[in-house]
C-alpha cells in the first residue's frame, strides 16, 4: 500500500522542521501514526496568511505561495 511507503520514508527523516514519527500501530482497519506534537499553524495556514498571489501552472489560476527566500528561512 502507498500508505506504508509514506510511513518507511516518514519514519528514515530526522529534520527538524518535520515532526516525529514514534510508532506505527497497524491494525486490520486502521493506521495508527504516533507523531511529535506541533503547536502553531499548519504549513497550509501560513502559506495562506503570509503567501503571495500568483499564477502557477499552465492553466493559469491563482494560488498563493512563499517567495524563495521564505521558503528557504523555513526549510533550513
Do not use: W
Not at 17 to 32: A, P, Q, W
Amino acid at each position: 500500500m502507498a500508505i506504508h511507503r509514506e510511513i518507511y520514508i516518514l519514519a528514515g527523516l530526522e529534520h527538524p522542521n518535520i515532526m516525529k514519527l514514534f510508532e506505527v500501530i497497524d491494525t486490520k482497519s486502521h493506521v495508527n501514526l504516533v507523531q511529535e506534537y506541533c503547536h502553531g499553524l499548519n504549513l497550509y495556514d501560513y502559506i495562506k496568511r503570509h503567501g503571495q498571489k500568483g499564477k502557477i501552472g499552465k492553466n493559469s489560476f491563482y494560488s498563493s505561495y512563499l517567495s524563495e527566500g521564505r521558503a528557504k528561512n523555513i526549510f533550513r
